[in-house]
């Protein structure tokens, strides 16, 4: 029989050999362990957007490998608009912001204080191969607004797509000022791109996002934003010791309707909101659709309206007729009809008591109401005869 002293020596030998196994079956992958497969599969942790083909709502996730977005400011907004694209494994992103990274960044819901002092497009590339390796990255630290910079920033819309010789698939504002809203919204009515506008006010629980189509809904040049129409300059709203837009929660909520609505475009499911507003305050979000204006200060707006309204008059016009079919029933030769003897006031009646609900929500299913002159605590009254009698008594009917 072994001894301690024995068992514990072959315990460590063991474990020495287990450890060696292991390094040795790991070498070849060294390196590799963060890596996430290019190929989604059920078995793989790393799926992604495997919940849309779960749920049959897209039938190819994997398309969305695919596409190229360019996101304009990685701050507030943007750092998680990023993340999340990188997370749900797009293609190639292009991330373009010309400031560093702060301290008072922290609150960005991205940023580390170790990277404090970094370009935050080059802190925000870091981290984001980190998350995923597979996603293809362009980086630029400078400012889109200048000349030299704008016309660069034109010519990344045009070519920066998968292959370096396409156009990308979106522009993504995430800016926090006007002038560079303006610059995007210039380079793509000229590139004639789709991009989709975002933005949290001052107030920090109140933030936006609009989709907008060159041509067929409106500019940001066409529907100026108050602090521009009532000729307010932009710099009085800032206060000093305070960072605008500054609540994480806010700034993750419009994030998040974003990107949900560039997985909507890309992947083509659901209905695109070509503007979804959010007032944290009241839990309120006003969704509507904003026309262009014919008189838009943009040349570029008013030349993509004069095309689209061309393409829209050379559609063939569909009308649709709608008639009820009439039911008919083959093997009913004597004309007999099923007919509810009960009213629709007496199913309503039948119906227990149903709770105030908002337009649009209904409840599943609803308690019956209770039988007219009954008593859910009623009894039944003892004759005083026994189970043998009363069975007697039937038998003898």
Known sequence: ??????????????????????????APNRGKITQ???????????S?????KRMGIVENYERIRDFTVAVVGVGGVGSVTAEMLTRCGIGKLLLFDYDKVELANMNRLFYQPHQAGMSKVEAAERTLKEINPDVEFEVYNYNITTTENFDHFQGRIKQGGIGGDKPVDLVLSCVDNFEAR??????????????????????????HIQFLIPGETACFACAPPLVVASKIDEKTLKRD??????????MGVVAGFLVQNVLKYLLQFGDVSYYLGYNAM???????????NPQCDDSYCKKRQTEFQAREATRPKVQVEIT?????????EWAIEIVSETTADEL????????????GVRVAYTTPAPTQGGDQDATVQDSGQSLDDLMKQMQGL
């Open 348 to 359: 309503a009646a039948a119906e227990g008591d149903q709770p105030e609900l908002t337009k």
């Open 241 to 250: 010791g305070v960072c605008a837009a500054s609540l994480p929660t806010t």
């Open 1 to 26: 029989m072994a001894t301690i002293t024995e068992l514990k020596a072959r315990v460590a030998d063991l474990e020495r050999q287990l450890a060696d196994a292991l390094q040795t079956k790991s």
């Open 324 to 332: 009820e079919a009439e039911v008919v029933h083959e093997d009913n």
């Open 36 to 46: 996430m497969s290019a190929e989604v599969v059920d078995s793989n942790p790393y």
């Open 282 to 292: 009241l839990d309120f979000f006003p969704r509507m659709i904003l026309k262009p």
């Open 48 to 52: 992604r957007l495997m919940a849309l």
């Open 182 to 207: 303006m610059a995007i919204n210039m380079a793509c009515n000229e590139c004639d791109q789709k991009w989709f506008e975002s933005g949290v006010s001052e107030n920090a629980v109140t933030g």
